[in-house]
């Protein structure tokens, strides 16, 4: 019998790699007459092999890994689309990619939406028992949070430099953090799930670290005036205006970390066609699953617990009691009964939940109104709403078209005072929040609106001489 060694295999078309080690290993162990013709046989068509005893493992290893790709629907399921004038291409896109998901049970998407990754910032999607990381987005439980105070709305101008510092010593953004001594203690810092699994024990520290703080970008706290306009309100206060505050932020590094190592284990478990790989999934029957979902809503208590923080600082720096306050978030899942009675899985990403009674706030832009509303429960847009104005520019464009003056001018017209921000966050890089309203008319009822008058955001520090 001739010798085959890795020359002889080579020669034969096997290429060098795990399939030649394979071969040479059965050839030594099964040395006969007509090996070499049964090899040849095996690399011409391998797939006759895969239940072969002898040439299994030799099959497999030439076929390679078997392309586990998961298919889409080929039509996207049908979904409800307010103000469509407005949205993008790409939101468009991707929400007619998420439709096509085969976990998809509905969807919807809201006035504001704009392109994100994965679903549409403004993008709602059902799936049944299946969570998608990256459908909740990176700053899981991003919120809002508007707090009415006792305090007479002649403060704004009597006291302006007085609440410029106490924005600026009570709020903290982007990589600024309180010093330890001034750091605040908060219940959800002690919670069990720190100690359930690595990676939550190693993001204890950073929490700890970025409590009561808020992230950057759109982010912001700001005073203004509240107008009620519902003789009807939950609040129990006559229509009328009210000196507030209102903050959007969300989970921080905490919530930004678990995004990203639950949305690999997701893309790792379940492989999507490339336009569709960051609406990976993790069944909730499985321990990433169940993992995620569990730290998904940690994430969430600890933003809430960042505002609340927020806020009490505020309440402490104005010597003021809170008389009402309206909080709800976004970026988050919920379990809810679809409309077959069984329990759906909706992702609302930049969507604010607008269930019949749901009460919310919906912001404008820096120089519009923000809006406190109460959901009607459209079932058609899955018990949602807008989360802001959204945006019509990137912030490249922003950046790059906006004349700094005039953008200046817009605000001074405005009459409102900006600590920190860039043009990326100017007024002109939003829709105009009466449209989104109007689009969406028919999902939420309006209560009053909110009007900011000193903004603080990420950025500068132009205003810091007020110290």
């Known amino acids: 019998m001739k010798k085959i060694d890795a020359k002889y295999l080579m020669e034969m078309g096997y290429s060098e790699g795990k399939a030649l080690g394979i071969a040479l290993q059965i050839v030594t162990e099964e040395s006969r007459e007509g090996i070499g013709k049964e090899l040849k046989a095996v690399l011409k068509t391998p797939e006759d092999y895969v239940e072969d005893k002898t040439w299994s493992r030799l099959a497999k290893a030439l076929i390679g890994p078997i392309d586990e790709t998961i298919a889409l629907r080929e039509v996207p399921l049908p979904y409800d689309i307010k103000g469509k004038e407005w ?150 206060l006559t229509p009328g205006k009210y000196f507030s505050l209102l903050s959007h932020s969300g989970s921080r590094g905490l919530g930004a970390t678990i995004a990203n190592h639950y949305t690999k284990l997701a893309m790792k478990a379940c492989k999507l066609p490339q336009e569709a790989k960051h609406l990976a999934w993790l069944d909730l029957n499985t321990e990433a699953g169940q993992e995620y979902w569990l730290a998904m809503n940690l994430a969430g208590d600890y933003a809430s617990a960042c505002h609340h923080q927020i806020h009490e600082r505020v309440a402490v720096g104005l010597r003021a009691r809170v008389t009402a306050r309206v909080e709800n978030h976004h970026n988050f899942a919920w379990k809810e009964t679809g409309p077959d009675g069984k329990e759906w899985i909706v992702h609302r990403k930049g969507a604010t939940p607008a269930g019949e009674g749901v009460l919310g706030v919906i912001p404008g832009s820096m120089t519009a109104p923000g809006f406190i509303v109460r959901g009607k429960g459209s079932i058609l847009s899955l018990n949602s709403a807008s989360h802001g104005a959204g945006r019509q520019m990137s912030r490249t464009k922003a950046k790059k078209t906006l004349d700094p003056n005039e953008v200046a001018k817009h605000l001074k017209d405005a009459g409102v005072e900006v600590i920190g921000s860039g043009l990326d966050e100017a007024p002109m890089a939003y829709k105009n929040i009466n449209d989104v309203m109007e689009a969406q008319k028919d999902l939420v009822d309006v209560l009053g609106t909110f009007t900011p008058k000193i903004v603080r955001m990420c950025g500068d520090n132009r205003f810091r001489e007020v110290d």
């Open 87 to 236: 949205i993008e291409e790409g939101a468009l896109n991707q929400i007619n990619t998420a439709m096509r998901l085969p976990v998809a049970k509905a969807g919807a998407l809201m006035p504001d939406a704009h392109q994100g990754y994965g679903l549409p910032i403004g993008g709602v999607l059902a799936t049944e028992n299946t969570i998608i990381p990256y459908a909740v987005g990176v700053d899981i439980g991003c919120r809002m949070c508007l707090s009415i105070f006792d305090v007479p709305l002649s403060v704004l101008e009597e006291r302006k430099d007085d609440l410029k510092k106490i924005l600026i010593r009570n709020t903290a953004f982007g990589k600024e953090t309180f010093k330890p001594k001034y750091r605040k203690d908060h219940e959800v810092l002690a919670h069990d799930l720190f100690d359930e699994t690595e990676l939550l024990r190693g993001l204890k520290h950073k929490a700890e670290a970025q409590i009561g703080s808020s992230g950057g970008g759109n982010h912001f706290v700001e005073f203004g005036v509240v107008e009620l306009t519902d003789a009807e309100n939950e609040f129990g």
